[in-house]
């Protein structure tokens, strides 16, 4: 999505949005939010990540199934992380055109003369315990679960809270739009007063990270042989480096 000169700030999509990249949108909780395509390879690779990492004694219908479910509370965890960051975005007076949800969360569209580094701070915080929250719910469920002796459900449950709370840690990294870079944009932007130097400096940290991780992944891939793991690893690099690319449209 990029945002050509003289756009209008409103909640209708213009023609000139609808790029490869997000071609799927809708409204949830009156914000418009659009689906990056990057979700169809995550559910590839969480159903497949369910279906290896299950016990073989399930069939292999019910591991497809369960990892299904997992990808549905993934996205329903990411989502509900995205309409609080904007809840509060809202209260401080500052308006969500749109948000652009990545498998690690979402990207907001805000016009940058409604926001300041205070809110920016602000928002990257509650992202990051968003997902601690998030993660803490899971295993709460997780132990609950435990004590009825229902493997497959506690088992699931488990596996979506550590993927959560790995989650949070991956957005501690100092790159834009991760809530660490969030963190780094606000503290450049106080320092400079330059939104959009602010900004090119963390995406493209954001960016280098991304490829950081691809390259270790197909490290582990050719050294170790792990090529799960290492499929694990280059996923979110190249998500990264596209949301990244994407947050550098939003300012050029």
Same mark, same amino acid.
């Given at each position: 999505? #990029?945002?050509?000169?003289?756009? #209008?700030?409103?909640?209708?999509?213009?023609?000139? #949005?609808?790029?490869?990249?997000?071609?799927?949108?809708?409204?949830?909780?009156?914000?418009?939010?659009? %689906? /990056?395509?990057?979700?169809?390879?995550?559910?590839?690779? @969480?159903?497949?990540?369910?279906?290896?990492?299950?016990?073989?004694?399930?069939?292999?219908?019910?591991? @497809?199934?369960?990892?299904?479910?997992? +990808?549905?509370?993934?996205?329903?965890?990411?989502?509900?992380?995205? !309409?609080?960051? *904007?809840?509060?975005?809202?209260?401080?007076?500052?308006?969500?055109?749109?948000?652009?949800?990545?498998?690690?969360?979402?990207?907001?569209?805000?016009?940058?003369?409604?926001?300041?580094?205070?809110?920016?701070? %602000?928002?990257?915080?509650?992202?990051?315990?968003?997902?601690?929250?998030?993660?803490?719910?899971?295993?709460?469920?997780?132990?609950?679960?435990?004590?009825?002796? $229902?493997?497959?459900?506690?088992?699931?449950?488990?596996?979506?809270? !550590?993927?959560?709370?790995? &989650?949070?840690? !991956?957005?501690?990294?100092?790159?834009?739009? &991760?809530?660490?870079?969030?963190? &780094?944009?606000?503290?450049?932007?106080?320092?400079?007063? *330059?939104?959009?130097?602010?900004?090119?400096?963390?995406?493209? +940290?954001?960016?280098?990270?991304?490829? &950081?991780?691809?390259?270790?992944?197909?490290?582990?891939?050719?050294?170790?042989?792990?090529?799960?793991?290492?499929?694990?690893?280059?996923?979110?690099?190249?998500?990264?480096? $596209?949301?990244?690319? /994407?947050?550098?449209?939003?300012?050029?």
């Amino acid at each position: 999505m #990029e945002i050509e000169p003289g756009q #209008e700030s409103s909640g209708d999509i213009d023609p000139r #949005e609808r790029t490869v990249d997000t071609p799927y949108s809708g409204r949830v909780f009156q914000t418009r939010l659009r %689906l /990056h395509y990057t979700w169809f390879l995550a559910v590839v690779l @969480i159903t497949v990540a369910v279906v290896t990492q299950f016990s073989t004694a399930y069939s292999l219908w019910q591991r @497809i199934v369960l990892g299904l479910a997992a +990808c549905l509370l993934f996205f329903l965890a990411v989502t509900i992380r995205e !309409f609080i960051i *904007n809840l509060i975005a809202s209260r401080r007076g500052v308006p969500v055109v749109n948000v652009t949800l990545f498998v690690f969360g979402g990207l907001s569209r805000i016009e940058q003369e409604d926001n300041l580094p205070s809110v920016e701070t %602000l928002l990257a915080v509650v992202g990051m315990l968003s997902n601690l929250v998030i993660a803490a719910m899971f295993y709460l469920v997780y132990f609950i679960l435990a004590r009825t002796g $229902n493997i497959i459900i506690d088992v699931l449950v488990q596996w979506l809270a !550590f993927i959560t709370f790995m &989650l949070t840690l !991956f957005h501690l990294l100092p790159g834009f739009p &991760l809530d660490g870079g969030r963190l &780094l944009r606000a503290v450049i932007w106080k320092a400079t007063a *330059n939104y959009k130097r602010a900004t090119l400096i963390t995406s493209w +940290c954001g960016w280098g990270i991304g490829l &950081l991780c691809i390259g270790s992944g197909i490290a582990v891939m050719v050294m170790a042989q792990e090529w799960f793991v290492g499929a694990l690893l280059v996923f979110p690099g190249l998500v990264l480096q $596209n949301a990244s690319t /994407h947050s550098r449209r939003l300012v050029v």
